[in-house]
Every structure is written in C-alpha cells, then in structure tokens.
C-alpha cells in the first residue's frame, strides 16, 4: 500500500520487467508485452510509463552495455523494486476480488 | 546495402523525448528497425519504424512536460521575456523611434521581431534543456512574422500593442513553460 494503485498498462510493464529478468531494457520489456497480451507496444508509452514507475520507486534502472546493433547507444536496463512487487501483488489481488466477484453474478444469474 | 530508419524520425525523437531516456529510445529503435529490416525487408522495417515514432510523439512529449519544475519555468520565462523585449528596446535606443531609416519599421517588427523571438526561445531551450521547445520557438516567431509585417505597414495602428503583446504572451508561455527540467507531477 502507499504506492497507489497501477494502471493496466503499469500492470502489465511491472509483469513484463520480471518476466523479462536481467534482460529488462526497452526493446525485450515491449516483446514480452506483445508476445503476452497481442497488443503492439508504443517506445514512447512504455518509456512514459518506465520513467513515471521510477519516479514511484516502484523501478530502478542502470545503463548497460552499447552495441553496434543499437547504433553505438547504450541499453537502460530496469529492475522490479520492493514496492514494485508489493504494488503488482496488490493489484493481482484487487483484479482476483473482482473476477471474483463476477463470477459469483454469473452463477447465481 | 543497408537499410536506414527514415531521417525524420532521427530527428523527432530527440526533439521530444526527456534528455535522459533519449539514447535508450532511439537505442530501441535502431534495434528493432534492424531486426524487423533482417526478417521482413526493409520497407516493413521502415514502416514500423515510422509508426513507432510518430506513435511515441505523444506520449514522450508528455513525459518532457512532466519534467518541468517551477523554478526553471521561471528563468525560462525570464530569459524570454528579457531577450524579447530588453534587445529590441535597446535597438529602438540606439536607432531613434519612428526613425526612416531604410527599411527600419521592418526590419525592427518583422525581422527582428522574429530574430528576437527565436532567440527567447532558443534561451527557454538552453536552460530547459527540452529541445521540444526549438519547434516552439520557431512556431511563435513565424505566427509573428506576418503580424510584424503589417504592423510595418500601419505602424500607427493598434497592431503593435496587440500584436507585441500577444507575441510577448506567447514566446513567455511557449519558451517558458517548456522550460523545465525536473517534474510538476500530475500524478
């Protein structure tokens, strides 16, 4: 608690970064996203989000190695914190409670 | 023969994205322009390539905004106010108002003007160091520019305190407010 709630897209960023492990930089977080949910990811937006997470300290990041693959520039690497994982648990349990929820409707409409 | 992302799209991303993630972006590009131009040819590879760019406009010109703090708002606005209207009055000095030389009024509310303006917005950009702020720059003196002209026209018209004022306001807002480097959160 205290690290408010996440959005879906924060959601989904937080659960591509872990699923990613080491290899969390921009390009590899997107794929795990695509690969995941089929939806294509923006550089832009999910740099947004990574920066806004950071900012939240729920992220960290540090500068890894440049390849000439990336034109000589550097990877910035992110790493799940803490609050990070407390604040997916959180919302993990938030969605759980409303499946939940539903699913009871269902059955008993 | 190797494939290049499109030249424009080198540029824009610098232009709004926040300095620190710059690299890292135009990282990600290259790479997945690379290996999209390896697996689909490089016509697809472009095509992604424009589309994460101009896909990624906004929400990196977001993120730039969100870097603001009041303080450099401040100097920004300060810088640009001061570059536009300290130096055309110290040129209003030295040459004389309302004086006939050449094509004085012109070049004082046309060219100048816009002279001026780029330079209070290219201030806002220095000390911001948001070079989102370049475009803006640029957008306010070339609205400016016509106004300048008329104003040469009819100099004795309202247009030049209309006009000045409104150029004022705008260089103040657009190199000022994008003169920020640390966040006004919204969140």
């Known amino acids: 608690m205290g690290h408010g709630r996440l959005t879906r897209f924060e959601f989904e960023v937080i659960a591509a970064i872990l699923c990613a492990g080491e290899d969390a930089y921009g390009v590899r977080i997107a794929d795990e996203i695509t690969s995941r949910t089929g939806r294509e990811v923006s550089i832009g937006s999910l740099y947004r989000t990574l920066k806004r997470l950071e900012d939240r300290g729920l992220l960290s990041c540090y500068m890894g190695e440049a390849t000439a693959e990336r034109g000589g520039r550097a990877k910035t690497y992110y790493r799940v914190e803490g609050p990070g994982r407390e604040a997916l648990r959180e919302t993990t349990r938030q969605i759980r409670s409303l499946l939940d929820g539903l699913a009871l409707e269902t059955r008993s409409g | ?187």
């Not at chain 2, 220095?126 to 106004?147: D, G, W």
């Not at chain 2, 018209?157 to 260089?171: I, Y």
């Open chain 2, 1 to 187: 023969m190797s494939a290049t992302p499109p030249p424009w799209g080198r540029w824009i991303v610098p232009v709004s994205a926040p300095p620190r993630e710059r690299g890292a972006i135009l990282g990600d590009l290259e790479e997945g322009f690379r290996r999209r131009a390896r697996d689909d040819g490089p016509a697809s590879a472009r095509f992604w390539y424009a589309g994460q760019v101009l896909r990624s406009l906004l929400p990196l010109l977001q993120a730039s905004f969100e870097e603001l703090s009041v303080r450099r708002v401040f100097a920004g606005v300060l810088a640009g106010l001061v570059l536009t209207s300290v130096a055309p009055a110290v040129v209003d000095r030295l040459v004389g108002p309302g004086s006939a030389a050449g094509l004085g009024l012109f070049a004082w509310y046309g060219i100048l003007a816009t002279a001026t303006s780029v330079a209070g917005g290219y201030a806002g950009v220095r000390i911001a160091r948001i070079r989102a702020a370049a475009p803006m720059a640029f957008l306010v003196s070339f609205l400016y520019a016509p106004l300048g002209y008329r104003i040469a026209a009819d100099p004795g018209s309202m247009l030049p305190e209309v006009g000045w004022l409104a150029w004022m306001l705008c260089g103040a807002i657009g190199g000022g407010v994008l003169a920020g480097r640390r966040t006004l959160r919204t969140v």
